[in-house]
């Protein structure tokens, strides 16, 4: 029944599905829908839940160990949760496209989701900082900043890759592009080298007042297609 309901919602929307639909798609009669579920608010409440706990579960089974370097844990969890709004796009068109534009309780389903995710990612990131021996030292508020950021694009790709624009990239692929926009930033500003505003038509960079930021590290771990291997290995 519940597949059917998030099926129903993704496709046409909370306003416009009815339990008359729900019901033949789910193959149950209209009255046995209300009998478990007594409205279409609190089914639709139930679908968030369950997509929202699943999105949650998906992504911390897919994260390496605590012991593995901040970088491979992000990956990892990266490759999670594009995985899964691959397989289950349904589900995610419920939790970022319908959910979350229709007010209470629903929206507040998924902010309780999103700061789950968020506080992790913040986690991932002080601890990279710590690796690095960070200089300057990121403040907490700026390591929220930046896992809000990250989070944030990560919601926004994952629309992508299920669309058409984006049909074809793999969970790996677009956790890759991912990485290699979002970790290869943040190496520079762990190094000391912040990117700063212009100034009097020149920029400048944390390390020195007078010279441009340094150049790009490298390319951010693990391939953006072809083998399996993960970053770093």
Known sequence: ????????????????????????????????????????????????????????????????????????????????????????????????????????????????????????????IAAAAREDDCVPDLTDRDVAGLAYALVGAAESMAGWANGAEGSGESAKETAALLMNFAWAGLANLMEGRPWTPPRGGRRTSGASTAAAPGPAPGPAPGPASGSEAAPGS
Request: net charge negative; charged share 25%; aromatic share 10%.
């Open 1 to 124: 029944m519940l597949d059917a309901a998030v099926t129903t919602f993704a496709r046409r929307g909370y306003g416009a599905a009815s339990m008359d639909e729900i019901a033949e798609l789910a193959g149950v009669s209209k009255p046995l829908v209300y009998l478990y579920l007594h409205s279409k608010e609190e089914l639709f409440s139930a679908c968030v839940r369950r997509e929202a706990d699943a999105l949650v579960t998906a992504v911390r089974a897919a994260v390496e160990g605590p012991d593995a370097p901040a970088d491979r844990q992000l990956w990892s969890g990266l490759r999670g949760f594009f995985a899964h709004t691959a397989e289950r796009p349904d589900g995610w068109a419920v939790l970022y496209n319908q959910a979350r534009t229709h007010g209470e309780p629903f929206a507040g389903e998924v902010a309780a989701m999103r700061e789950e995710i968020i506080t992790f990612v913040t986690q991932l």
